[in-house]
């Protein structure tokens, strides 16, 4: 878009193309040689649909390609792009400039991982926790070995888990959870969700495992309710939800 | 213990605590402020069978909760097996010290050493 705006200033605006500027702060930092961050600033023009990551990518191919960023699918489903812009966790690719109503857009690594350069962050904490509160469906019989190879669930039995399921992993509820900048040990809010997700699954059986690996001293009580981390699930899920339902559970509330 | 016993006991001694010491504070109001802090109003109090046994179990509820807390905190603050180790025991040891350094003013007055 750098090289772009020159073609775009030529045409006759618009109200669909109306190409703009902004400051893209980015957070600069390599471990392995600094110190501390630093921010390096780019002027980048923008249309009304120009995501941050697109900005980003921008500045990679015609400023500073050495910026590193993680990044896939672009549409809100891998979970890559996870950073705070502007001080808030938020998906780049999910995050037009337009809205963000600011000229001056700054971009960070999350908060509570490992920064391993640039805006890229280490998952390997989030993917552990999330492998810890196993994941998957535990029976008892298999497809293999029963005759009936479907597990019916009702449309009510879905419903209890289904926005659970929507989780993608992105890490901006872990980098928003205020816990998790003071508890390094915290299971963190997206395992505690899929530890829902799964126990409010009709097909599940493995209620009590999981409740027994959530139930220990830097689980699922240390959660205070600030509920930020259901403010920046991109994909609309609310641990902070599930959290008290599986409370619930632990005090008897619920079965 | 398991952590959700422990916060349960957490939750329970929050509320019991708050029905005990409305009924406390309601005690209280029944002679005046300046009154009930009266030397021998003290005595009194201490000497009364079912008041000193609620002043007991607000000793103990509020000791409980108030140095689980203490734990939880100072968990979230650092973390470490030594440390968290240390921090438990150390609460529950204080929690003991607290209780017994409260009840000793009760036990002194009903033996007649005050």
Redesign the interface.
């Known amino acids: 878009m750098a090289q772009v705006s020159s073609t775009v200033d030529e045409q006759v605006p618009t109200l669909l193309s109306v190409s703009k500027s902004i400051l893209l702060r980015i957070s600069k930092f390599n471990p392995e040689l600094d110190k501390s961050s630093k921010f390096m600033e780019f002027t980048v023009s923008y249309e009304k649909w120009t995501t941050v990551l697109e900005a980003i990518l921008d500045v990679k191919k015609h400023f500073d390609h050495s910026v590193a960023v993680r990044y896939s699918c672009r549409q809100a489903t891998c979970g890559s792009c996870g950073m705070l812009i502007n001080g808030k966790p938020r998906l780049a690719c999910f995050t037009k400039i337009s809205e963000l109503d600011s000229d001056v857009v700054t971009v960070e690594p999350m908060n509570n991982f490992p920064v391993i350069r640039d805006l890229t962050v280490g998952f390997e904490k989030l993917f552990d926790t999330h492998q810890k509160i196993k994941p998957y469906v535990i029976r008892d019989d298999t497809e293999l070995e029963s005759d009936q190879r479907e597990f019916l669930q009702s449309p009510q039995e879905v419903e209890q888990y289904i926005q659970f399921a929507n989780c993608i992993k992105c890490g901006l509820c872990n980098s928003a959870c205020p816990t998790m900048a003071t508890d390094s040990s915290f299971v963190g809010p997206q395992a505690l969700a899929q530890a829902y997700r799964y126990v409010a699954d009709s097909r599940d059986k493995g209620k009590d495992t999981r409740l027994n690996i959530i139930d220990e001293s830097h689980g699922i009580w240390r959660c205070h309710f600030a509920g930020s981390c259901s403010q920046v699930c991109p994909k609309g899920v609310d641990p902070a939800m599930g959290i008290q339902f599986l409370r619930g559970y632990l005090l008897g509330f619920r079965n | 213990m398991?952590?959700?016993t422990i916060?349960?006991i957490h939750?329970g001694t929050a509320l019991a605590s708050v029905g005990l010491v409305a009924v406390h504070i309601l005690m209280r109001l029944t002679t005046g402020f300046a009154d009930s802090l009266e030397y021998e109003n003290v005595l009194a109090n201490y000497r009364s069978v079912p008041y000193v046994v609620m002043l007991e179990l607000i000793l103990i509820l509020l000791s409980v909760h108030g140095f689980n807390g203490l734990r939880?905190i100072l968990?979230?603050?650092k973390?470490g097996r030594v440390y968290?180790k240390a921090v438990s025991y150390g609460c529950v040891v204080a929690m003991i010290g607290l209780i017994g350094y409260g009840s000793r003013t009760i036990i002194m007055t009903n033996m007649g050493m005050v």
């Open positions: 398991k952590e959700s916060m349960k939750y939880v968990l979230e603050l973390q968290e």
